[in-house]
């Protein structure tokens, strides 16, 4: 539990960084290249504490026997308890802070797919899931941010319990 806590953690950081970064007036080649940095840091970081957590966990409580699924296992419960505390602080910054970040990041998009010359077919299917974005509740946005972390993680998972085995 204390896993999940750390990586939700490195979840809410790199997120509401990257949220702080999309609300900057100007967007240059800098900006964009600073969203996409830090995005690349926050799935680094979120591999690191897998690799670091699970390793820990098989040396001290499985004194080195782990196999694919008990690392995926272990790598799911970090997920889940690292999703439980994302979603809840994107419902607490939705319900009361009337933040929606989600809405916030998807027009920051939308400023960098216009500044790289995207297809208007394109521009205008993106501000269309955009507004609908927008219409959504806090509480959806906290539960499809909760199966987005455990997706991810799962994926994230799939390949780093490969490392793992050890007899």
């Known amino acids: ?60 409580v499985l004194e080195g026997n782990m196999n694919y699924m008990a690392a995926l296992r272990y790598g799911f419960y970090m997920f889940f308890f690292a999703g439980l505390i994302f979603a809840a602080c994107v419902y607490l910054c939705n319900q009361f802070l009337g933040v929606n970040y989600v809405a916030e990041k998807g027009s920051f998009a939308l400023k960098l797919m216009k500044q790289a010359q995207y297809p208007q077919g394109d521009i205008d299917l993106w501000l269309k899931s955009l507004e609908e974005v927008k219409r959504l509740s806090a509480s959806r946005l906290a539960w499809d941010s909760l199966a987005s972390v455990m997706f991810s993680g799962f994926i994230i998972l799939l390949f780093t319990s490969i490392f793992f085995r050890k007899k």
């Open 1 to 60: 539990m204390k896993t999940g806590l750390v990586l939700s953690i490195v979840l809410i950081v790199s997120e509401f960084y990257v949220f702080f970064v999309s609300n900057s007036e100007s967007v240059g080649v800098s900006e964009s290249l600073l969203f996409s940095g830090v995005s690349m840091l926050g799935l680094a970081a979120q591999v690191f504490c897998v690799f670091y957590f699970t390793r820990r966990y098989r040396d001290d």
